[in-house]
């Protein structure tokens, strides 16, 4: 399993954009990117997942450049609201383990 | 998305006492439901797979007699802390992969807080 590398914190303000980048150097073929927001003594929510390219739903956009070795998540306009843990997992399409890093705590300010 | 529920939400428990938290997939049928626990601070660790019609698998360092799970339909999924200890406390989330759709994605259910005296 590919082993994820993200910065543990981050701090922003309300209303910029956000850009997590997380390394995978060693993600293989059949690999594929998926990120999960997390809020204190909640479960992890789904956010987006990406195989390769650029991936773009309603709540925020997956950069994966043509080597696949890092990929970032971007969060546009962020507000109060989206102060979290971001975790970056690289799933292989044969199992089902998620194996999560250490994420990065994302501080959003007013 | 697909919607996943815990019961209890929390819980709180004298030491020795066994603990079962459910897990239940509420639009889908789930071929495979995971077990997570989350300690303070720290990101969340494996603790075993459960498929359809099959036993647990635990991952390595998890007591799969302390840890006692029960994929007991396509819907529901069952943990449960045997002689609980304070130790054992942390915050238990499972996760299901829902059977027959295009997506590999995982959801997660809320999790559960359990507290041992």
């Known amino acids: 399993l590919a082993k994820t590398t993200q910065p543990i914190s981050m701090d922003s303000y309300e209303g910029q954009e956000v850009n997590i980048t997380c390394s995978h150097n060693?993600?293989?073929?059949?690999?594929?990117i998926t990120w999960y927001q997390q809020f204190p003594s909640q479960g992890p929510r789904f956010i987006i997942q990406?195989?390769?390219t650029k991936v773009t739903n309603e709540v925020a956009s997956l950069f994966i450049p043509a080597d696949r070795k890092s990929s970032t998540l971007s969060l546009p306009r962020v507000s109060l609201s989206d102060t979290a843990v971001y975790y970056c997992l690289v799933i292989s399409y044969n199992t089902d383990k998620l194996i999560f890093g250490t994420g990065t705590r994302l501080q959003v300010f007013p | 998305g697909a919607v996943v529920s815990q019961h209890p939400s929390w819980v709180i428990c004298k030491s020795g006492t066994s603990v079962k938290i459910e897990c239940r997939s509420l639009?889908?049928?789930?071929?495979?439901m995971f077990w997570y626990r989350q300690f303070p601070k720290q990101s969340l660790m494996l603790m075993a797979t459960?498929?359809?019609?099959?036993?647990?698998?635990?991952e390595q360092g998890v007591e799969k007699d302390k840890f006692l799970i029960n994929h007991a339909s396509l819907t529901l999924s069952t943990l449960t802390v045997t002689s609980a200890h304070p130790e054992d406390s942390s915050f238990y989330i499972c996760s299901v992969k829902p059977r027959d759709r295009g997506s590999d994605t995982q959801y997660f259910g809320p999790g559960t807080r359990l507290t041992v005296l």
């Open positions: 639009d889908f049928q789930a071929t495979t």
């Open positions: 459960s498929n359809e019609g099959s036993k647990a698998t635990y």
């Open positions: 060693n993600i293989a073929t059949n690999d594929y």
């Open positions: 990406g195989y390769k």
